[in-house]
């Protein structure tokens, strides 16, 4: 087991891919104690991609896992502000002081 997973998501992170996004996600933060999601590449973040963010969240922390958000694309740093949610993720890229 590698202490560090990594994933890379791109494109539309939508209704139409939560559902393959979602176990991709399960399986990767079962599989190493830390995982990093690399978010440059994405141009869309429906509500229910964020649901999957947020399900990642919420699981690392259940699991005492670590999540790193990475790479945030303007796509993901609109919605996230636009519902204020920096401090959910916990994280300083989107968490304005």
């Known amino acids: 087991m590698s202490d560090i997973g990594h994933l ?3 494109g539309e992170i939508n209704i139409y891919r939560a559902a393959d996004l979602k176990l991709e996600v399960l399986h990767a933060l079962r599989a190493a104690p830390v995982l990093e999601i690399d978010l ?3 141009t869309e973040l429906d ?3 964020l649901q ?3 399900l990642a969240k919420r ?3 259940i699991e005492q896992r670590e999540l790193r958000l990475r790479n945030h694309s303007p796509a993901v740093v609109d919605v996230v502000e636009m519902l204020n ?3 959910f993720f916990g994280d300083a890229v989107l968490i304005h002081s």
């Open 8 to 10: 890379a998501w791109s």
């Open 40 to 42: 440059a590449g994405v």
């Open 47 to 49: 509500t229910a991609g």
């Open 52 to 54: 999957v963010l947020m």
């Open 59 to 61: 699981t690392a922390t």
């Open 85 to 87: 949610l920096g401090a």
